[in-house]
């Protein structure tokens, strides 16, 4: 098997592999969602990952952290392969962070407890510890004095930037986005964009579906192309944008560029 | 009294001015509904008084101290024969409620968890087997399930000399469920006291395992360390003060079986139909309890680490219970009503006793049903109370 | 890489079919009865189960029942397993009991026409689609008194004593009288509980707390019992009538519950919009709020009517014949004795039919709501 060799992985970067999907499919009954994805995460990479709606890129790092299973081929996370084994999902969930496009906030905690709640219970740490690293996270989102707030009480940008620093909190090597900004009013984007930025700067490994090609252009190492469950495309940002190869995501791109 | 309409030149009538007021009308809708109220209110008092006085009854509650002259077969709780007086009886009959609808109310809440739980199964035959039951259930009036049940109970089980037997202790028959009573000897306070010491080490130990869980980030398994902790203290101390409790075995004598503890054919054919009818209810407000919450809220939970016994507990039960307790105490009233219903088939309940054959033999229909239906809303007001205190206490923020 | 699959060019990967063990008979089966050892335990139990009850019960109902026959001795006679089926015919000789009650037999053309005229009158009310809907809904509202006049008589007709009424006939004239006239009290009494006047929601507050907070076999007592003690003296008011007034109080308070509900989900803007337009509180809730609310609550009614429907059986406790007060007074028949499981079966079968049916109806509108209403 060749490697699939990542155009935008340039020589300066450690070579360590994070994520590495070998000929991977997922059918949804007889809906073939995902087609022999074959695709390497270096660490500290920067994924940006785009294409229509239903061209199973939110199925594709889903099936990351196990939240859908894959039926064909082999998905192995910083040295674990996932399987129905229970210890394995463990463990790659441990290390895989993921943002949702609906936040998922748990609306019964405050924001402090949503954060600190699986410090507790699954890194089994005392509460007060727990509580302090929870505020360390509150803090670099920019958000220190909403702690005591519920869900409820947060705008829909503050509740993302939550969601964020959730996943933070459990020191993942991975962070994941799913549309982390498509549920938001235009003026939230940005206070989330920046946060994400920023997580970026500090070299964390991320993997991010949106549509923003800002943010793209601005942060990523490549840009990945999907179309009816396939990786059509992937480059770095400057000649994906510039002389994209296929017709399909020319096509995609003048839809989004020029909307 | 100058009252104020606006323009100053209205030329209408007072009263015309007064009724284009929206607060002046307001007090004269209300002081001409209350007028209403009252009138029609005197007029049945009137016609009660002139009623009672032609057939030459009187209002008092004073028959309540007259022996009642009847006797109740099932009085778990307290002394009564026929000797007692009428307020015993009601006190009979008011526990006897009180008694088939805990029972009713516990096993309900059980099986509607189960099937509640079981209809939300990915398991196709076991979620379509348990919707069949629950809409054919539910479906048909909660009376016939009681009727059916108690002809099932008196006429399929066999009479006591035939009694289904179980191990020469636990007897099924027509007459009822019999089993052994236990007798406690000499020394049995020993157990109970030991019994009582570790419930309360266990009630401190839960608030001590939380506080390390605070300091320390460890976790114990409270639930298996206390049930643990309870039956092994509880079994040991039995052990060593030589067993202080005997076993009191009914026995047939006559038609009948005598001694241990009998449980009625009513009891259990109206515990048993009111729990399974309300269960059905029960599962229905579970399941969309339980929908409620988006799968999302699983999603999220699982990828930050939680495993899915945790995530049950921590995030989906506390946010389902917001939804399912308020129905679920109005289906807890609907029991504790349908429990009326054990007039059909001779429960002693407060309708049967107060409101039933009390009011038959004293003829003070007034008075009887007052104090049944006092009996009825003094439930309700307890559940409403707790009701209410829930939804404060629950109430999620928002904006 | 262990498995060789066939490369396709970038972009033109066909549709495959999902591997075998994840559709089709094997899939279905992994997914929905094998996902899991504890599933496979379920599966087991459930399956074992419908083993054990489906096929005796089938056999006892259907292969070995006897649907003719003049005594039960007979009955079990014909059976090829003696006294191991049901005998239908017990319940098919008496079925013009179980429909008409005591109601005389000349005059039975009566009852047959109500039933058909109660058709019609259903018919425009479940289904909104009808042309002429307005009219028919006006001849729905009248069927009470109509239906009233044919089965009572007088003005013309041969009258008809009201403890003569039984069996399904009796259940139909409580579950619609009730349904009829709960309706509009109970709306009055919603109204009345949001009311911004103090006495007239205190009032409506106390009816509707007490109603519900006691059952409804006490009010029948009431009903049958003390009624009269309340009435100017010398009144002689039918027990029909009497339980009726109970039951349509007893469902209004219900009603009027679920009505409040469906207002309380109306959004501020439409009050104010209508005091806006300068209408008056009647104008404004009878054009705007009302229509409004009660397409919110017909779910809720509809399921409160199905609750007074199962209620009516609860009248056999102050000796009045519904089926199931039929079933039981035919059980005493000594020729027939021993036969409960084909009564209670029977009348659990009728009341299934009606209510099944009328809550699937609620569903289909429910159904109707969430897609019609997008605010």
Request: glycine share 8%.
């Amino acid at each position: 098997m060749s490697d699939v060799a990542s155009p935008g992985s340039k020589p300066g970067f450690s070579s360590d592999v994070m994520i590495q999907m070998t000929g991977v499919h997922k059918w949804f009954g007889e809906f073939h969602v995902l087609k022999d994805i074959n695709l390497t995460v270096h660490k500290g990479e920067r994924i940006v990952i785009c294409g229509p709606s239903g061209s199973g890129k939110s199925t594709l790092i889903r099936c990351i952290n196990r939240l859908e299973e894959h039926q064909k081929g082999r998905i192995v996370v910083d040295g674990t392969e996932l399987t129905s084994d229970l210890k394995h999902i463990d463990t790659i969930r441990r290390e895989v962070g993921i943002v949702f496009q609906q936040f998922n906030l748990f609306p019964h905690l405050t924001a402090l407890e949503n954060l600190s709640l699986a410090l507790i219970w699954v890194r089994k740490m005392p509460k007060a510890k727990a509580e302090e690293i929870a505020m360390n996270y509150l803090d670099r989102v920019h958000i220190p004095e909403q702690a005591q707030k519920y869900p409820g009480q947060l705008s829909g940008g503050q509740q993302q930037r939550v969601a964020i620093a959730r996943s933070l909190c459990m020191n993942p090597k991975i962070m994941m986005f799913d549309e982390p900004t498509s549920a938001l009013d235009p003026e939230m984007i940005k206070e989330v964009l920046d946060v994400m930025v920023e997580l970026a700067e500090s070299g964390m490994t991320m993997i991010v579906v949106t549509h923003e090609m800002g943010f793209a252009t601005a942060v990523a190492n490549r840009v990945i192309f999907m179309d009816f469950g396939e990786i059509i495309e992937q480059n770095d940002p400057h000649n994906f944008f510039e002389n994209p190869k296929s017709d399909r995501t020319k096509l995609f791109l003048s839809q989004i560029l020029h909307h | 009294m100058a009252v104020v309409t606006g323009t100053g030149s209205d030329t209408r009538n007072p009263i015309a001015r007064l009724w284009g007021n929206k607060k002046a009308r307001s007090v004269i809708v209300q002081i001409v509904t209350m007028a209403v109220v009252f009138g029609v209110l005197a007029l049945l008092y009137r016609n009660v008084v002139v009623n009672l006085a032609a057939i030459g009854k009187e209002f008092s509650f004073d028959f309540l101290n007259a022996p009642s002259a009847y006797d109740i077969t099932f009085s778990p709780f307290i002394e009564y024969n026929s000797r007692s007086t009428h307020l015993r009886a009601a006190a009979v009959g008011i526990l006897n409620t009180l008694l088939v609808a805990s029972c009713g109310i516990v096993l309900a809440t059980v099986m509607g968890f189960i099937m509640g739980v079981l209809r939300l199964s990915k398991n196709w035959l076991v979620n379509r087997t348990v919707y069949c039951f629950l809409e054919f259930t539910r479906n048909v009036p909660v009376l016939l399930h009681i009727l059916f049940i108690h002809g099932l109970v008196v006429t399929q089980l066999p009479v006591p000399k035939q009694a289904m037997n179980f191990a020469d202790s636990f007897f099924l028959t027509n007459r009822g469920f019999f089993f052994p009573a236990p007798v406690p000897e000499a020394g049995f306070w020993i157990v109970a006291t030991v019994f009582a010491i570790s419930v309360v080490f266990v009630i401190a130990f839960g608030r001590w395992a939380k506080k390390v869980q605070d300091e320390t980030g460890r976790t114990y398994p409270v639930f298996w360390i206390s049930t643990g902790a309870i039956v092994a203290a509880t079994a040991v101390a039995f052990l060593a003060a030589g067993m202080p409790l005997s076993w009191e075995a009914p026995a047939l004598k006559g038609f009948n079986f005598k001694g241990g503890v009998a449980i009625k054919p009513e009891f259990i054919a109206l515990w048993l139909a009111l729990s399974y009818y309300t269960s059905c209810f029960i599962a229905e407000i579970v399941r969309a309890g339980i929908l409620a919450v988006s799968y999302g809220q699983t999603e999220a939970a699982y990828a930050v680490g939680l495993r899915p016994n945790r995530t049950l507990q921590l995030i989906i039960i506390p946010q389902a219970l917001r939804v399912i307790v308020p129905p679920l105490a109005s289906q807890y009233l609907n029991l504790t009503k349908n429990s009326s219903l054990a007039i059909a088939i001779g429960y002693m309940d407060v309708v049967a006793t107060i409101g039933g054959i009390s009011l038959m033999q004293t003829g003070k229909e007034m008075e009887t049903m007052m104090i049944v239906m006092l009996t009825y809303l003094v439930f309700s007001l307890i559940i409403a109370g707790f009701m209410n205190w829930y939804n404060k206490k629950m109430a999620l923020v928002e904006r | 890489m262990a498995e060789a699959t066939q490369a396709y060019e970038v972009g033109r990967h066909p549709e495959l079919p999902p591997p075998r063990s994840e559709v089709g008979v094997l899939g279905w089966l992994k997914h929905n009865l094998f996902s899991s050892p504890f599933n496979v335990v379920l599966t087991l139990l459930v399956v074992w189960f419908l083993w054990t009850v489906i096929p005796p019960l089938f056999e006892w109902m259907v292969l070995n029942s006897v649907w003719t026959a003049d005594t039960r001795k007979e009955c079990w006679a014909r059976m090829a397993v003696p006294e191991d089926g049901a005998c239908w015919a017990f319940i098919k000789g008496r079925i013009q009991l179980f429909i008409y009650g005591f109601y005389p037999h000349p005059l039975r053309w009566r009852v047959n026409l109500s039933f058909v005229l109660l058709v019609l009158a259903i018919v425009p009310v479940l289904y909104d689609k009808l042309p002429g809907r307005k009219y028919a809904l006006w001849y729905a509202a009248a069927f009470p008194f109509i239906a009233g006049w044919l089965l009572v008589g007088g003005f013309g007709l041969t009258p008809v004593d009201t403890d003569q009424f039984g069996g399904i006939l009796l259940t139909l004239i409580i579950g619609v009288t009730g349904i009829s006239f709960s309706l509009p009290i109970g709306i009055l009494l919603a109204l009345g509980r949001r009311s911004t006047m103090l006495v007239p929601r205190v009032l409506c507050v106390l009816f509707i707390e007490f109603i519900r907070g006691v059952p409804l076999i006490t009010l029948l007592f009431v009903a049958a019992t003390m009624l009269n003690y309340f009435l100017p003296p010398g009144t002689v008011f039918d027990l029909l009538v009497r339980v009726l007034i109970m039951v349509t109080l007893f469902s209004a308070a219900y009603i009027a519950e679920v009505v409040r509900g469906g207002l309380q989900a109306i959004p501020r803007g439409q009050f104010e919009a209508a005091d806006s337009l300068g209408l008056t509180y009647f104008q404004a809730h009878l054009t705007i709020v009302l229509p409004q609310a009660l397409k919110i609550s017909i779910p809720g009614i509809v399921n409160t009517f199905i609750g007074l429907y199962k209620d009516t059986t609860l009248v056999l406790i102050i000796g009045m014949l519904d089926p199931l007060g039929i079933g039981r007074a035919s059980l005493a028949d000594p020729v027939w004795l021993g036969l409960a499981r084909e009564v209670y079966i029977f009348v659990a079968l009728f009341f299934f039919i009606c209510c099944f049916s009328m809550s699937r109806y609620s569903l289909y509108l429910e159904r109707k709501l969430h897609t019609g209403h997008n605010y």
